[in-house]
Structure formats: structure tokens, C-alpha cells
């Protein structure tokens, strides 16, 4: 086996759209390296197939965007592979995959590349983990695997993968995480929607103040929520179960579960499948065998755990199996909106409580019942840091775009009261919508002082409520076309924040739209100029 003087060099490379997967090669890099490697972290977009060629000991972590496509920094090195199948016969690798066990395709992409890697001659020196949405703990235990695993890799047994047996940690985190959270207290909150807005949006101020949490703008908060108390007590008694016994192989009662464990919000992929299975619903089984994601996505729109396990007959509500697919309660993420260089100690977020009614039963996100409890100041709520390293600004002599409509323009609040404290010379160009410029634009007395200050250089809004025809921001970007084309042209740097299902691939259409139109080119050169921004990591994402 090596010693630590003569370990080798260790390539960390990864694939990521909104960074976990960068803070876990950092890890990795990080651990490796205090283990006495020699390392070099990576963005797949910093080499190519014939680079990857020339590396024997390579770790690479990709998550999955979407339903099974590719992050944006991976397609390239991707399609190399596949069209230049270079020699990797050198190669000892380990691959850790990031995915959401709701989409059919999960993990898809790092599975994509394990299999390439070995088809290509790899040497596969570890089995590939596919971690779900709660991948901390599993992610750090494979880390320490890894390590290990490489200080043998050059011995001369050659036979198959290792194997890493992921088990619950029993030692305090290094850090805040959703396992660990730390609690929190509300410093003070204020409603920012009027009297008349169809919605209910809050800031709200946390105090972090001894928690050790560093943020940095474009970071979020994970809030790790509690099921509301209504939805425990329906799930509760349609299993027809005792809320304070405990169920077969657990270590909570079922109150205990299903308040602070399970996900009830937001049913699960597994929770679909079987309940499609044992209900023999025509309609839900058809939109499983078409695999029409869209369709499916609409079908769930509203819909919760209760619902899904009231269309079984009483005779098929397995209580037991329930438990098994439900999913793990997940947290929810609101971007920091306050700057760190103003305020280090607390972190200002933009709370939309989303409510509702819905076949008999008043509805509330387990986020929003969660927030909207603590909303009283000096409350408290679980915390932890979601870094977010591909979404952050860039040097402050260089232009920025920001597209953020609703609760997505919180980042950019964070973007421009950074630059703000820093002096910073480059300029600023916001695009904000909502429903009613009235009551629906947040933060518009700030936003309009920066405006008048200089801060703001352009403002650019879209109230798609206030006129007969609707209004979107990727409508002003389209009206803009000429001024944002020459932006782009002098270095800017393009941002996107918000609704990811159907916002941010209408405006990034609208920027290749502008991009052609301005630029003379075709609709496929435009498509290049814009992937060309990305791998600059000139356009950034942050959606949801």
C-alpha cells in the first residue's frame, strides 16, 4: 500500500448546475488532500475528453439537472467521450452521483459517466453512490472511502470495485446540516405584499449570531420545516393507525414520523408508483406508462400524501409500506437576500407562504407553516447553509444582468447591498416581475432608491396583471434585445433566479432570441453563444 509520501495525484472533477455538487468535490479535495494526496479540483468544463485521458486517479461527483439531463458544464466533456471514446485503460476512478429520487431518471448523469468511464478501459475502484436529496451524510462516509480506497489502488491486485457501506454517523458534524441544524432565531419580520396581492410574501431576519455560519451572496438558508399538524392528523387517520405507537422496525412513533421525518407535502416518486399499482387508477396508471413527466407534474400540482393514500381502498392502506415510501421530510431552500459584508451575523429571506384550498381541506406548504409559525419575532427555526458556489458575482468592475421576477429577485437584493458596501464600479441591470406593480412589487422602495442613487443602473419591470395583454420579463428582455446584446458583449455577466418549470427557460429562449436578432446570427450559433456564456460561467441559475 502507498505511505503518505508517495500517494499519488488525485484529479477531483465535477458536473454541477447549483453547486452541491462543487462543495462536495471541495470535500473530497479537502480530504484528500489532508490525507497526504497531491490533488487538482476541476469543473468538467476545464478540460477535455484527451486531458481526461491523462489522468490515473480521477474522482468525479456529477449531479443531475432536471429529469435525467446532463449540468450545463458537463454536456461538452460528454459528448467528447462519446464521439472521441478516448483510451482511458490509466484510469482508477470513483464516481458519486447527485439526483432526486421524485424524477424516473435519478442520478442519471453520474450514472451516465460511470458506465463511460469503465467502458472506456477505467478501472472502476469503488461502486458508484447515487445519493437522494439528504446526501450529507452519505456523501462524507464515501469521501472517507475514497481516500482509503485510493492509497491501495496501485497495488497490484486488480480485481473488481470496493464497496462502501453508508451508515447513520454517530459523531457531531463539522458543520450545520440538515441532520444537524442549527436553531435559529427570527430577529424580525415585516410583510412586504399589499392588501390586495393574491399572495402573502414576508422578510424575514435571522439571527445567526454564534452559529459560525459565513455566507456569501447567492448562498441560501435550508430551513428544515415540520409537517403541518392538520396533514399529520389526516395521514394519521387514514392508515387508521395510534399516532404515539411506533411502527415495525422504526425507533419514533408515528407522530414523531410523520411530523418531523416523512415528506407528506410533496409526494414521492415511490409513493406514486405504488399507490398506481395497488389502486389501479386508469388515469394516474396512464400517465406513469406514457412517461409524460409534464403531465404527471400537472396531475400532482396541489396534491399530498393524504390524497394519494385516500385513493387506495381501506383494505390496501399498508401502514407499514406507507412508511417506506413516503420519502424523507426534505428542507426548503430561500435564498439569502441581505449581504455579508453588511450584516455577517444575520441573513435576510424572502418567504412567499404558499395557502390554498383543495377538494374540502385547506392546504400550506410544510415550508410556509413552518416560517409562518416563527413569523412572530423572537421565535426559532432549524438552519443550516446552503452554499451555492455557481451562482456568485463576479470582479466589481464587471456588468451584471439580473433576471429575478417574485421571491426570485432575493439574491440580487443580496448582489446589489454587497456591491453597494464594496464600492463596486461595475454596472447593474434588474429585471423584475409580478402581478401588479400595487402590491406585488417587493422591496420597491429600496429597489427604487438604488434606482435613483446610481446603484441600479437600468430597471426593467413587468407586471403582467396591470394591462390587458400579460406581461413577463422575458418580454422586456425581448424590448431590450439591442442594449442587453451590447451588455453581453462588454463582459456581463447573465442571472436567472426563480421558477424553474417554466420562467427560466422562457427567458433563457428570449436571451438566444436577442442574442440572434443583435447579434446577425443564426438560431444555433445563439444557442453556442449562450452555452459559450455558461461555460465562461457567465450565466448563472439559481431556480426551483
Request: hydrophobic fraction near 40%.
Amino acid at each position: 500500500m502507498s505511505t503518505t509520501t508517495d500517494r499519488p495525484l488525485v484529479h477531483v472533477i465535477f458536473g454541477t448546475q447549483t453547486g452541491n455538487a462543487e462543495v462536495i468535490a471541495m470535500d473530497a479535495s479537502d480530504a484528500l488532500a489532508a490525507d497526504g494526496y497531491t490533488t487538482k479540483l476541476l469543473s468538467m468544463d476545464e478540460f477535455g475528453a484527451g486531458d481526461l485521458a491523462t489522468m490515473q486517479h480521477v474522482v468525479l461527483i456529477s449531479s443531475t439537472y432536471d429529469d435525467g439531463n446532463l449540468p450545463d458544464n458537463a454536456q461538452d466533456l460528454w459528448d467528447e467521450l462519446e464521439s472521441d471514446a478516448p483510451d482511458l485503460s490509466g484510469m482508477r476512478f470513483a464516481v458519486l452521483s447527485l439526483g432526486d429520487s421524485s424524477y424516473e431518471f435519478f442520478c442519471a448523469a453520474g450514472k451516465l459517466f460511470d458506465e463511460k468511464l469503465a467502458e472506456l478501459g477505467g478501472r472502476r475502484v469503488l461502486d458508484r453512490l447515487d445519493c437522494d436529496l439528504d446526501y450529507e451524510r452519505p456523501s462524507q462516509q464515501w469521501i472517507k472511502a475514497v481516500t482509503s480506497t485510493f492509497a491501495g489502488s496501485d497495488a497490484d491486485d486488480t480485481s473488481g470495485s470496493t464497496s462502501v457501506e453508508i451508515t447513520p454517523s454517530t459523531t457531531p458534524a463539522a458543520r450545520w446540516t440538515r441532520q444537524d441544524p442549527f436553531l435559529a432565531t427570527i430577529s424580525h419580520t415585516r410583510k412586504l405584499s399589499g392588501a390586495e396581492s393574491h399572495k402573502a410574501v414576508h422578510h424575514v431576519e435571522v439571527d445567526l449570531d454564534d452559529s459560525g455560519v459565513e455566507y456569501l451572496p447567492g448562498d441560501s438558508l435550508g430551513v428544515v420545516p415540520v409537517n403541518p399538524a392538520e396533514l399529520v392528523d389526516g395521514v394519521v387517520a387514514a392508515l387508521g393507525v395510534d399516532p404515539e405507537t411506533t411502527p415495525a422496525d422504526q425507533d419514533a412513533s408515528w407522530r414523531e414520523l410523520l411530523t418531523h421525518r416523512l415528506e407528506l407535502r410533496l409526494p414521492s416518486r415511490a409513493l406514486v408508483d405504488w399507490v398506481a399499482a395497488q389502486s389501479g387508477d386508469e388515469e394516474l396508471g396512464h400517465l406513469l406508462s406514457t412517461r409524460d413527466r409534464e403531465a404527471l407534474e400537472a396531475w400532482l400540482w396541489g396534491r399530498d400524501a393524504l390524497d394519494l393514500i385516500g385513493m387506495l381502498p381501506q383494505d390496501k392502506r399498508d401502514a407499514d409500506r406507507v412508511v417506506e415510501v413516503l420519502g424523507s421530510l426534505q428542507h426548503r431552500s430561500y435564498s439569502i437576500s441581505s449581504s455579508p459584508t453588511e450584516s455577517p451575523k444575520t441573513a435576510d429571506l424572502l418567504v412567499s407562504c404558499v395557502r390554498y384550498h383543495r377538494d374540502g381541506r385547506d392546504r400550506v406548504g410544510a415550508g410556509s407553516a413552518t416560517m409562518t409559525a416563527a413569523l412572530p419575532a423572537g421565535s426559532q427555526v432549524a438552519v443550516f447553509l446552503a452554499p451555492n458556489p455557481s451562482f456568485r458575482l463576479p470582479a466589481d468592475d464587471v456588468p451584471v444582468i439580473m433576471v429575478g421576477p417574485g421571491v426570485g429577485v432575493a439574491p440580487f437584493r443580496s448582489f446589489l447591498r454587497e456591491r453597494r458596501s464594496r464600492s463596486a464600479t461595475g454596472l447593474n441591470w434588474l429585471f423584475f416581475g409580478d402581478q401588479h406593480e400595487t402590491c406585488d412589487f417587493l422591496y420597491r422602495d429600496e429597489i427604487r432608491g438604488w434606482q435613483q442613487d446610481g446603484l441600479l443602473s437600468r430597471l426593467s419591470t413587468a407586471f403582467s396583471r396591470d394591462q390587458e395583454h400579460k406581461v413577463y420579463v422575458q418580454d422586456k428582455l425581448r424590448e431590450q434585445g439591442a442594449d442587453v446584446y451590447a451588455w453581453l458583449q462588454d463582459g456581463a455577466h447573465f442571472y436567472i433566479c426563480g421558477d424553474g418549470v417554466r420562467m427560466s427557460q422562457a427567458v433563457e429562449a428570449a436571451l438566444v432570441e436577442v442574442v440572434a436578432t443583435h447579434g446577425a446570427m443564426s438560431e444555433d450559433a445563439a444557442w453556442d453563444y449562450v452555452g459559450d456564456l455558461k461555460r465562461q460561467r457567465r450565466f448563472s441559475q439559481d431556480v426551483y
